[in-house]
Nanobody
Framework: QVHVVESGGGLVQPGGSLRLSCATF????????MGWYRQAPGKERELVAI???????NYVASVKGRFTISRENAKNTVYLQMNSLKPEDTAVYYC??????????????WGQGTQVTVSS
């Protein structure tokens, strides 16, 4: 059985910072890419940042220079450091892990979502 624990969301003023964490537990052969997505009210879910197993990263243009994604492979954990937050960053943030089972079956593991609200 695999489960995910997300943490770190909350209410912050514009210009502030938050750090999101997402830990994956269970019997997993390997995790490849890990990423963070967000969904604002009335909008489609969008990819915010992604990191490969080797540490290569990619970001959506709106967060480049403000957000940093990182991971600890030994702990199957991914982080998102968010600085200089703006009201338009307000959304529910979800982590996703692209996993491989011991039977070599690929599947996606999603977090439960954590609310980030940027407001004065």
């Amino acid at each position: 059985q695999v489960h995910v624990v997300e943490s770190g969301g909350g209410l912050v003023q514009p210009g502030g910072s938050l750090r999101l964490s997402c830990a994956t537990f269970g019997t997993i052969f390997k995790i490849n890419d890990m990423g963070w997505y967000r969904q604002a009210p009335g909008k489609e879910r969008e990819l915010v940042a992604i990191i490969t197993n080797g540490g290569s990263t990619n970001y959506v243009a709106s967060v480049k220079g403000r957000f940093t994604i990182s991971r600890e492979n030994a702990k199957n954990t991914v982080y998102l450091q968010m600085n200089s937050l703006k009201p338009e960053d307000t959304a529910v943030y979800y982590c996703k892990a692209e996993a491989l089972s011991y039977s070599m079956t690929p599947y996606d593991i999603w977090g439960q979502g954590t609310q980030v609200t940027v407001s004065s």
